[in-house]
């Protein structure tokens, strides 16, 4: 363990014989003792040193003990150290409160008596000790705190991190379908409560096996992300997409004023995916053209149900694939089934 370091004491007296007697007096102190013949001498030397205790002569030329305490009290490293003011006569009220106001935390009158002087500073030097090892516990607990709060923050980075790896796809960077089936469920819990509508389009990538097969899963990969990135730039600032899988992706549509908004959106999307992609490969660029497949899905007009909402816009994307390249299709309710005549 280590040694705590010895406090230190300051003695000031104009007089040499004073600051014998009192380097005498004080041997039985367990502190490290400094001695200042002047003012200015021991405002040097709490420049260079933190003392526990100041023992200052009240009478001396210059600077007497009072300007010394005022100029301590004034600077805010040394205004809390206490100070006991040495003098040879008795002070009237009005002199013992100048010194108080000056940081005076006692007198000691002269002659000094030994048992008075090494109580007074024995009960000083143990405030002094319990302040520091108070301080002392005091930084390594906010150290300790800080430690714990770079540690929690890491812990919390680190979970974001696995969060986020669970709940997006690898390669484009969108969500996944965990995260898909999350946004669902949270578009219907907010929608239901606004009376407002949102959609859903599915997305299915018309020629991209080809792609794939013709110039390698590296161009199909770069295709993807470039399709990725194509649909962020094309979405509305409280649109949300996901990679389904392959080469099927989805769009939810939040906040929809008006139904048709979703059909100029899905046309728009169609158009966007159907420029033509430039592809880096290396050294090798590649220029590739693909379209897109949309089916759409209304909430709350074809379902209230998330899984009814996609089946529908799933069958919804199919039907515009058998209508040809970059369709896009409306989903339809079932009819329902009609009944017998009875006679």
């Not at 003098?87 to 030994?114: C, E, H, M, Q, W």
């Not at 295709?223 to 990679?243: G, M, S």
């Amino acid at each position: 363990m280590t040694e705590e370091p010895r406090p230190k004491i300051l003695v000031v007296d104009d007089v040499a014989a004073n600051l014998a007697s009192m380097r005498r007096l004080l041997a039985p102190v367990h502190a490290e003792i400094h001695e200042a013949s002047s003012g200015n001498e021991a405002l040097a030397l709490c420049l260079d040193h933190r003392f526990a205790l100041i023992l200052l002569d009240v009478q001396m030329p210059d600077m007497d003990g009072f300007e010394v305490a005022s100029l301590l009290n004034n600077e805010p490293h040394t205004c809390d150290i206490p100070i006991v003011f040495v003098t040879a006569a008795y002070l009237d009220d009005i002199s013992r409160l100048k010194g108080y106001t000056f940081g005076a935390v006692d007198y000691i009158a002269k002659p000094i008596n030994d048992a008075v002087l090494l109580s007074k500073v024995t009960v000083f030097l143990e405030l002094h000790i319990s302040k520091m090892r108070l301080r002392a516990a005091m930084e390594e607990l906010e150290k300790r705190n800080r430690q714990l709060e770079i540690e929690i923050e890491e812990r919390r980075r680190v979970e974001k991190q696995i969060r986020h790896m669970a709940t997006h796809d690898a390669l484009t960077g969108l969500g996944n379908r965990i995260l898909f089936a999350e946004q669902l469920s949270r578009a219907i819990a907010q929608t239901a409560q606004t009376s407002q509508s949102f959609a859903l389009l599915y997305i299915d990538i018309d020629g991209f096996k080809k792609v794939n097969d013709t110039h390698g899963h590296a161009a199909g990969d770069a295709l993807l992300c470039a399709i990725a990135e194509r649909l962020r730039a094309n979405l509305r600032y409280q649109d949300y997409a996901v990679r389904l899988s392959g080469d099927e992706f989805a769009v939810i549509m939040r906040d929809l004023q008006e139904e048709d908004i979703a059909v100029k959106q899905g046309e728009r999307l169609s158009a966007a995916l159907d420029l033509p992609y430039i592809l880096t490969l290396g050294d090798t660029c590649l220029t590739v053209r693909i379209s897109a497949s949309i089916g759409i899905a209304l909430y709350p007009r074809h379902s209230t149900s998330d899984s009814d909402l996609v089946q529908l816009a799933d069958a919804a994307m199919y039907q515009a694939k058998k209508a040809g390249r970059g369709k896009v299709e409306m989903a339809h309710l079932p009819e329902a089934p009609r009944r017998n005549a009875t006679g």
